[in-house]
């Protein structure tokens, strides 16, 4: 990391370089791309071509019929995607996208421009797939396939977070995040895969979650959690684990249990479970809500995807709960049940502490728990005490995938206003449909590419320095385990002083539970603002 | 490079058409041959494309979403950005397909010194987009007096309020002008910015040259060279009863005129123009985001490896035993 030491800032310059973007020239170095995954991952899950390599080494080690595998690869995608083909398709290159990417905005390369990210792929269609490209050639955009393209889509394919902000400003919805996933999928057929994606999904595929925790370890971890919470609260919650007939089955993102920040949130779910007394489980079998198969392609999301329902089945509950995590959000918004439902063994949720029907998860079955919580505070369920979170200034970051894959927008909002007493929102370019990606999504949030993160986040950096400068904003609130993980380091870089939370821990601190003592700290064990220090 | 190579060709075909009807004659050529091949390349194109596309499923339920979902009853639903209803997918699809709405909200970003980043709206696009989309469009309703006999009074309607300057520049339509400024706009910033010139390829200058040449010419007959309209009427019920004949009282501007449009028509399906019924199809806009509440099938949807609960409590059962975590089999 010291390439990108605060002495040492980076240039944005947003003139386009005098060569055009039909050469595929790459130049990598340290800082930014990722680790190629390890061969013993990509045996784990019969992935092809495992082999050690590195994108710095001329020679790629790609299988012999490399290119007869990409062209089959397209063709096959076109015939299966709407979205692909169609996307390659009616482009009209109007630029509306250009400046709407994170990682256009804090490097200024063009090829990170959403419409030239599509442009590497849709060249290489052109040539190979449509008649005018095969006549006229350069002339319409048509590029030559050749292992410099490979390394190209190498390169930006893992520049893309698959946030979707340009498909909001794209006059026909084209959605890069399309484009690149289908970018991965054919580097995949060549095995071109990163560490940092395939590593977690090996890890999934075999222990239920990606940080490779065994079920002996969950258990010892919920009961470090028991314990800290007893100190703080002196209250001594009961964590179900793989408890049959439970009523509900709970999934959060495997960094809530083993992460810091997200460790807090993970308290706060304990808690609040605790004292509405709900009838729950979690599951080692299922203890992951993130997929980061889902970075890779839609084979291997389906695969880790699948432990959830069949975990819910074995188990016998009615519905899903679901923590705070992004792009697991649009996985089970979007995909899972058309991956592996229907969900018909189960029931439409209903919330058992106010009888409210989730009619928008009637076949899905899976609540978000902002949705749940957000119903439990409309309904004066809970005990709140929002001068807990006293310390805090607080402001919202919608992680992408909750915004716009989802739409939950509100939820997450109201239950800030009633947990803490003061709130702020960023500037609305940033926030809810225009909110901008933390820049290590999708599978980027690695070490060795720190400065392609550090420019991707630099617009939403940028947009929490000004709430900071404005109204002192010291706490970003997300409810996105990559952002709480990610997000840290960044806002370190770019606006020093201010923290990341989820928002269940500001529940946790902010909920009254029966029987606790009177509290002195909050859950990460700092002191309470007495009366007197109150601003 | 893609500049000057589409300004010369289009001078090229200029010379070409020229050529081949003043000096060598052509006329049955470009006056029946290439606009017959014009159209039905684009009739059995487009359709070709559009079912193309069809026959492409859309496996997986993704919306873009750009409002609140509809969840909580208390929560305030947003039914176009987030639609819920068939209604407001219409709503939605209406606004973005008449209106360009996705382009108003349109901004642009600056970078002040030290790294501040300024959001400024950015209407231009919006601007010239629809003064480009409407004006054509209205040409082409104002053109169907020649295909249409009798002339439907809305055409007549539509035609007088057009030409509602008339009082100051005679004979001016106001569409036309429209086209001609939003052209040379188009065209312009595709120069101007350089992200813009960066990413424009020859056949983005390319097409709007022949549609600048198709919108010059058209306002040449109709100002300077003019032609017999009726004859031009004659010809062209003629030849859509597919009894073509030569048109009479007509002159070079004509034929400039009529082959770009050819040329127009036969180039639409094979390019980025398909984007007019694309955006109807695209699967990020046109679904609702109902995707919790409505199951969503996968045509191509199959069994696929996984590692099952018997095969992880297998490797796990002597650990899970000793922390007293249930087991399926003891």
Redesign the interface.
């Known amino acids: 990391m010291e390439e990108v030491s605060k002495d040492k800032?980076f240039k944005?310059d947003?003139?386009?370089p005098k060569i055009s973007?039909m050469e595929p020239l790459v130049e990598f170095h340290k800082g930014n791309y990722c680790y190629p995954a390890s061969p013993k991952h990509e045996k784990y899950l019969?992935l092809p071509n495992p082999r050690e390599w590195q994108p710095t080494d001329e020679d790629w080690k790609l299988p012999e019929n490399w290119k007869e595998i990409i062209l089959k690869g397209i063709g096959e995608r076109?015939?299966?995607?709407?979205?692909?083909?169609?996307f390659l398709?009616?482009?009209?290159?109007?630029?509306?996208c250009?400046?709407k990417c994170h990682f256009f905005?804090g490097s200024g390369d063009?090829k990170n421009?959403p419409?030239?990210r599509a442009?590497l792929l849709r060249s290489i269609y052109r040539r190979y797939f449509?008649?005018?490209g095969k006549i006229?050639g350069k002339?319409?955009?048509a590029r030559e396939l050749t292992e410099d393209i490979i390394k190209e889509w190498f390169s930006y394919f893992y520049q893309c977070t698959e946030c979707?902000r340009c498909?909001?400003?794209?006059?026909?919805?084209?959605?890069t995040c399309?484009i690149t996933m289908m970018g991965r999928e054919l580097l995949n057929l060549l095995g071109i895969n990163i560490n940092w994606i395939l590593e977690p999904a090996a890890n999934c595929?075999?222990?239920?979650n990606h940080l490779g925790i065994?079920?002996?370890a969950f258990?010892?971890t919920v009961d470090f959690a028991i314990d800290e919470l007893k100190e703080i609260t002196g209250v001594e919650v009961e964590v179900p684990?793989?408890?049959?007939g439970a009523e509900i089955l709970f999934i959060s993102p495997s960094a809530d249990y083993f992460a810091s920040p997200h460790w807090y949130t993970f308290l706060g779910y304990l808690l609040l479970f605790h004292e509405i007394g709900l009838d729950y489980t979690w599951s080692?079998?299922a203890s992951e809500g993130g997929n980061f198969g889902f970075f890779h392609s839609?084979?291997l999301a389906?695969?880790l995807n699948?432990?959830i329902y069949?975990?819910a089945k074995?188990l016998g509950v009615k519905w899903i709960l679901g923590g705070e995590c992004g792009h697991m959000w649009r996985v089970?918004?979007?995909?899972m049940?058309?991956?592996n439902?229907?969900a018909d063994f189960l029931e439409e949720p209903v919330s058992p502490i106010t009888g409210?029907r989730?009619?928008?998860?009637?076949?899905?079955k899976?609540v978000h728990i902002c949705?749940f919580t957000?119903?439990l505070i409309?309904n004066n369920k809970l005990k709140l005490d929002p001068s807990r979170n006293d310390k805090w200034k607080v402001t919202y970051h919608d992680s992408c995938n909750i915004?716009?894959?989802?739409?939950?927008?509100?939820?997450p909002r109201?239950i800030i206003r009633n947990v803490c007493n003061e709130f702020y929102e960023m500037?609305e370019?940033?926030i809810?449909?225009k909110t901008f990606c933390c820049g290590s999504g999708s599978g980027l949030g690695a070490d060795e590419n720190m400065e392609t993160r550090l420019r991707g986040g630099?617009?939403r950096a940028?947009?929490v320095k000004y709430v900071k400068e404005k109204f002192g904003v010291n706490l970003l609130a997300c409810i996105c385990a990559i952002d709480k993980a990610t997000l840290p380091p960044l806002l370190d870089y770019?606006v020093s002083g201010v923290d990341v939370a989820g928002v269940h821990e500001l529940v946790g601190n902010a909920l009254v539970v029966r029987g606790e003592k009177e509290r002195t700290t909050n859950l990460r064990g700092e002191p309470l603002l007495k009366e007197n220090e109150k601003v | 490079m893609g500049v000057w190579f589409s300004i010369s060709s289009l001078i090229l075909i200029v010379i070409l058409i020229i050529v081949a009807t003043e000096v060598l004659g052509l006329y049955f050529i470009f006056t029946v041959f290439i606009p017959y091949i014009g159209f039905f390349l684009f009739l059995l194109g487009f359709i070709y494309r559009v079912l193309k596309w069809a026959a492409s499923p859309v496996p997986f339920h993704i919306p873009t979403i750009s409002g609140q979902q509809k969840s909580l009853p208390w929560i305030k639903p947003d039914n176009i950005d987030s639609p819920f209803t068939t209604g407001g997918i219409i709503k939605k699809l209406a606004l973005d397909i008449l209106f360009f709405r996705t382009l108003l909200r349109n901004e642009k970003i600056e970078l002040e010194a030290s790294y501040k980043l300024l959001f400024k709206p950015s209407v231009l696009l919006w601007l010239g987009a629809m003064a480009f989309h409407w004006s054509f469009f209205y040409i082409l309703i104002r053109h169907l007096r020649f295909f249409l006999e009798p002339v439907p009074s809305l055409i007549v309607f539509l035609q007088r309020l057009d030409s509602i300057l008339q009082g100051l520049f005679p004979i001016i339509y106001i569409s036309d002008i429209f086209i001609l400024l939003s052209l040379v706009y188009l065209f312009i910033r595709r120069i101007l910015y350089p992200q813009v010139k960066y990413i424009s390829l020859f056949s983005d200058y390319f097409i709007l040259l022949v549609i600048f040449g198709i919108a010059c010419s058209g306002v040449l007959m109709r100002l300077i060279f003019k032609v017999d309209l009726i004859q031009v009427k004659q010809w062209f019920m003629s030849t859509i009863a597919l009894k073509p004949a030569l048109p009479k009282g007509v002159n070079i501007i004509f034929y400039i005129h009529l082959f770009f449009v050819s040329l127009l028509m036969a180039y639409f399906p094979f390019s980025k123009l398909m984007h007019m019924p694309g955006i109807f199809l695209s699967p990020t806009k046109n679904l609702k985001n109902t995707s919790r509440s409505k199951r969503h099938i996968n045509p191509w949807n199959y069994p696929v490896k996984i590692h099952s609960y018997e095969e992880y409590e297998e490797e796990f059962r002597d650990s899970m035993k000793e922390v007293g975590l249930p087991l399926e089999k003891e």
């Open positions: 800032s944005i947003y003139t386009p973007w019969d076109l015939n299966k995607y709407r979205s692909f083909k169609l398709d009616i482009c009209v290159r109007c630029g509306a250009a400046d905005i063009p421009m419409v030239l442009e449509t008649i005018s006229f002339f319409l955009g979707r498909s909001v400003f794209c006059p026909f919805g084209i959605d399309e595929y075999r222990t239920g065994p079920p002996h258990k010892s684990i793989n408890r049959k080692t079998y839609a084979e389906k695969r699948s432990k069949s975990e074995r089970i918004h979007q995909y049940d058309t991956y439902g229907p409210t989730f009619e928008n998860a009637r076949s899905t899976m949705e957000a119903d409309k915004a716009r894959g989802v739409g939950l927008l509100e939820e109201y500037p370019n940033t809810k449909e630099f617009p940028n947009a770019w």
